[in-house]
């Protein structure tokens, strides 16, 4: 009889803990929607350096961006490069990753960087840039 006694109150112990919470699980997933919503701003004029992974090459690098709510554009101007000195960008903004393109003429460049405040770290490589092509390297900037 005890043994059925000890049983009942540990189910009514464990159905108890396990009755709640309900209501609160949906202000979690507002607080989780909300902050997904917020899209970190980007724009503005950024200066820094770059660097070539692949060869001995590296420069100073400045970009405008302009933002439209996960949307980026702007333009890349840099130096040291054997092959260009800039081209026009287009991206994205996803949570604090900036991923875009690029372009000069047939000049084809990825960009994957992360923001932290006012500054960006990040990698390009060049998919498309005749003597360049391949060739990858580190970016680092600050507005």
Known sequence: MKRISVFVVMLILLLSGCGGGGSDSGGEEKSKNESEDQVLDASGSWAGTWYSLNAINGGELSFELEQDGDDLTGTANFT????????????????????????????????????????????????????????????????
Do not use: H, Q, W
Request: include cysteine; charge should be negative.
């Open 80 to 143: 040291g490069s054997p092959c260009f000195a800039g081209g026009s960008f287009a991206g994205k903004i996803d949570g604090e990753k900036i991923t875009g393109t690029m372009t000069a003429g047939g000049i084809v460049v990825k960009v994957a960087m992360t923001i932290t405040g006012n500054d960006v770290n990040g990698s390009y490589l060049v998919e498309s840039g005749g003597a360049c092509t391949n060739d990858g390297g580190t970016i680092t900037a600050s507005r």
